[in-house]
């Protein structure tokens, strides 16, 4: 059964830093885009970054400098460093994977991808 389990969130002041963490189960291996999204309250889920086995990364412009996200194959582990924080990064962060080769913007995993269960991110100002 495929699995994501995320962690790392938290409450911090605003300009601090997070990291979340999302193992999985080794489904996505390779040939895999993975990536984060996040959901405040009254809003949509929106895409945060992502990334194939190829190397291409995809930011949401809210965040490029200040977010960065990264793979560690040998634990299974997706990551998402957060820095420069502000209130309105505030929200559940999800990691999503699906077996397609290729990362676009505006990815949203189809009906085959997976999600996480989520990891709370509160920002104070």
């Known amino acids: 059964q495929v699995q994501l389990v995320e962690s790392g969130g938290g409450s911090v002041q605003a300009g601090g830093s997070l990291r979340l963490s999302c193992v999985g189960s080794g489904y996505c291996y390779s040939g895999c885009v993975m990536g984060w999204f996040r959901q405040a309250p009254g809003k949509e889920r929106e895409g945060v970054a992502a990334m194939d086995s190829y190397g291409t990364i995809i930011y949401a412009d809210s965040v490029k400098g200040r977010f960065t996200i990264s793979k560690d194959n040998a634990k299974n582990t997706l990551y998402l460093q957060m820095n420069s924080l502000k209130p309105e990064d505030s929200a559940i962060y999800y990691c999503?994977?699906?077996?397609?080769?290729?990362?676009?913007?505006?990815?949203?995993?189809?009906?085959?991808?997976?999600w996480g269960q989520g990891t709370q991110v509160t920002v104070s100002s």
């Open positions: 999503a994977e699906e077996k397609i080769p290729f990362v676009e913007r505006g990815w949203v995993p189809s009906n085959l991808g997976y």
